[in-house]
């Protein structure tokens, strides 16, 4: 589904991705994990170009996603991206959160929209709240709403950029929760998160980064029982 | 005791009406006010959408656009607004029209232009950054990101700046009176040298200014607190 070619990110002369090759497969649930500054959010967001790759391509379903004759919103369309900080849209309520980006984009009507809208919020148990505004709302209900809102484009990947890092411990469980749901559902994801327990329980790889590069990757279960790298025992043995 | 106090306020009494109501001399004060109002309203349609223009070029990525927007900002800020006035009427317009308002309107207007621009600016800029990124995420254009989620944010970010710039106005073109233009400020000339005095008419054109600015400032403050509706919890 997505191949990533030599991809490397510089800012000025600090170089963020060393030459990452990678490729994700439809259904898999790539967990990234490793240390802060390690570059994972930086490989995340190169995935849909809201960061410039300096070097390298990014391959999504055959069309070059950096190349710029490739019609970017197109392609964005078809990837959803929930962040850390949710970035709901804090002058519109919930339902036109949720509907704008499929109205404006001429995926939906206005009228599909709405339907689709409210058929999401009920699944994730907020079909009450599609008039209040976000400010109206605690962190994990923002970031349930953010996670439907993406969904609501009708995504063939999902993206997730720390999710879970700005919520109170009390809602992480939540959040988690709506993204199970999704995997089980059959969904593409690439989630950046420092919840381990997730990646062991849904993940389907984990990638660990260090210094710009993926220092080690497998499935969940050989992992965390067999970190091959030391640098990878250091941070398990940190975070577990 | 009371009696000198008594006679100073039916002095000022006489003063006040000299000032006003005799000979309907409020008349006066009212033309005056109406071409103060005019010139600030036609200047402050100018700038609210020359602003807006310059605005969008300082912020945009060529170089050929941000470039004059840039100069214009810093040349306009970097002069006095008589000078300005005057260059117009003696010069820029000096053979493209004889209409005094017009030629105030217009040099209130690309004055007042700039100040907008930065307005705007710093209320687009004021707007989270994970705004457009979510936007664009979503498949949405810059322009429709633009459009409906920055700009909506950036115009309750910049309405108190944008109601001061305003007010400013309002005040500055007390200045016309330098092309012999005849607004608020200017009556005060007209009505001293028919009554010799100075502090009746003074005083009625303050109120009349407080008044103004005062009503501007209610009527944006109220509009704030509509815009805020979605902050409420």
């Known amino acids: 589904m997505i191949d990533v070619e030599h991809l490397s990110k510089a800012f000025g002369s600090h170089l963020v991705l060393d030459d990452i090759t990678e490729h994700i497969d439809q259904g898999e649930k790539v967990v990234i994990i490793g240390p802060s500054g390690s570059g994972k959010s930086t490989f995340l967001r190169c995935l849909n170009l809201l960061e410039n790759p300096t070097k390298g391509k990014i391959i999504f379903e055959g069309t070059v996603v950096n190349d710029r004759k490739t019609d970017i919103n197109a392609v964005r369309r078809q990837m959803g991206m929930v962040f850390q900080h949710f970035n709901l849209f804090p002058n519109m309520t919930i339902r036109r959160n949720i509907t704008l980006a499929p109205v404006q984009t001429k995926l939906m009507s206005q009228e599909e929209a709405d339907k689709t809208a409210m058929a999401l919020l009920d699944r994730v148990g907020l079909k009450d709240r599609a008039e209040s505004y976000p400010a109206q709302l605690s962190g994990g209900q923002k970031q349930r709403i953010a996670i439907v809102r993406a969904l609501a484009m009708k995504p063939k990947l999902m993206l997730f950029d720390e999710p879970t890092s700005a919520l109170d411990p009390e809602m992480v469980g939540e959040v988690l929760e709506v993204m199970k749901e999704l995997a089980h559902e059959g969904m593409t994801m690439v989630v950046v998160t420092h919840e381990m327990g997730f990646a062991r329980e849904v993940g389907t790889r984990v990638l660990f980064m260090d210094g710009g590069k993926i220092l080690e990757q497998n499935t969940p279960q050989e992992f965390f029982a067999n970190p091959r790298e030391q640098r990878t025992i250091d941070f398990l043995s940190k975070v577990l | ?233």
């Open chain 2, 1 to 233: 005791m009371a009696v000198p106090l008594f006679n100073g306020l039916a002095d000022f009494g006489t003063k006040l009406y000299q000032a006003f109501l005799f000979e309907d001399r409020w008349k006066l004060y009212l033309g005056g006010l109406g071409n103060t109002l005019a010139i600030t309203l036609g200047a402050i349609c100018i700038s609210t959408v020359f602003g807006m223009v310059l605005c969008l070029m300082r912020l945009s990525k060529h170089q050929v656009l941000r470039w004059p927007a840039q100069a214009y900002i810093d040349i306009i800020r970097g002069i006095p607004v008589v000078v300005q006035l005057l260059i117009m009427y003696n010069v820029v317009l000096l053979n493209v029209t004889d209409n005094k308002m017009v030629v105030a309107i217009i040099a209130f207007g690309v004055n007042s232009s700039a100040y907008m621009a930065e307005i705007y600016r710093s209320g687009i800029n004021a707007v989270d950054s994970g705004q457009m990124e979510a936007g664009r995420s979503l498949g949405l254009s810059r322009a429709q990101t633009m459009w409906h989620i920055i700009f909506p944010q950036a115009i309750k970010n910049c309405l108190p700046t944008y109601t001061s710039e305003f007010i400013v106005l309002v005040k500055e073109t007390a200045v016309v009176g330098y092309i012999a233009l005849v607004d608020l400020t200017k009556v005060y000339s007209s009505v001293q040298s028919l009554t010799y005095d100075a502090t009746a008419p003074l005083l009625i054109i303050a109120v009349a200014y407080f008044i103004i600015t005062k009503t501007l400032a209610l009527i944006f403050a109220h509009m704030e607190r509509r815009l805020q509706a979605s902050d409420r919890r």
